[in-house]
């Protein structure tokens, strides 16, 4: 079974700097995807990032961006610019191409922007 | 447009007791998939189902069942409530395999907070 560790518990960052989060997995399959969730307070899960496998250009979304080193199994977030509203929980997860579009989950990151 | 939507949004049981939760989903979707997430906790999939009138097992099935007799709904029954199921339990939707394409981005619903006493 694949597991995803992310090993920052907490993180904090000024507002207008930029913060990165680890992510690491462990998956024997070359075929997957891999995604960033951010929860808020207010607990609603919202996707931030998405990243196939097969892809070697690293996805960006604005002003969050990854860092995708497959043969590392590593998968990092780069938020640049940070603001109060990015203050949340951060998931990295993972997905095999397969039936089901299952997602296994890391622990999440809680992060801190400090105005 | 709602999305997916949960009901209840709280509940609060004595162990032993019965429930169900209901998932509802407006956008057609096949995937659909029940959550819990403990305190300080990824999310560990339960079931899930990859269309109406199927269901499989997730990572932490014991002691619940589910059922998806419509395509836009997912029920998800804890028959005998134990204290160890005390969580927040999201559902969530996706497209699913449209034109042999995958549409694998999954949307959540905004979680139902659990207590077991």
């Known amino acids: 079974a694949q597991t995803v560790t992310q090993s920052q518990p907490e993180m904090s960052v000024q507002e207008a700097e930029t913060v990165t989060l680890s992510c690491t997995y462990d998956?024997?399959?070359?075929?997957?995807?891999l995604f960033w969730y951010k929860q808020p307070p207010s607990r609603q899960m919202i996707l931030v990032i998405r990243?196939?496998?097969?892809?070697?250009q690293n996805a960006t979304e604005n002003r969050f961006s990854v860092n995708f080193q497959k043969a590392a199994k590593s998968f990092s977030l780069k938020i640049s610019d940070s603001q109060l509203g990015d203050t949340a929980m951060y998931f990295c997860?993972?997905?095999?191409?397969?039936?089901?579009?299952?997602?296994?989950f890391g622990g999440g990151t809680r992060l801190m922007v400090k105005p | 447009n709602a999305g997916v939507t949960q009901t209840p949004k709280f509940r609060v049981l004595k162990t032993g007791q019965s429930m169900t939760l209901l998932c509802a989903q407006d956008?057609?979707?096949?995937?659909m998939y029940w959550y819990r997430q403990d305190p300080g906790m990824g999310l560990r999939l339960i079931h899930y189902?990859?269309?109406?009138?199927?269901?499989a097992k997730g990572e932490v099935p014991d002691g619940y069942n589910v059922s998806r007799l419509k395509k836009q709904n997912f029920l998800l029954g804890l028959e005998s409530a134990a204290p160890s199921q005390t969580s927040v339990y999201f559902c969530?939707?996706?497209?699913?395999?449209?034109?042999?394409?995958?549409?694998?981005?999954?949307?959540f619903g905004p979680g139902t907070r659990l207590t077991v006493l």
């Open positions: 990243q196939e496998a097969y892809k070697q």
């Open positions: 998956t024997s399959e070359s075929n997957y995807y």
């Open positions: 997860a993972f997905m095999f191409n397969n039936a089901g579009n299952m997602l296994t």
């Open positions: 969530a939707s996706s497209r699913g395999v449209v034109d042999n394409r995958r549409y694998n981005e999954q949307f």
């Open positions: 189902s990859v269309g109406e009138g199927t269901t």
């Open positions: 956008m057609n979707h096949e995937y």
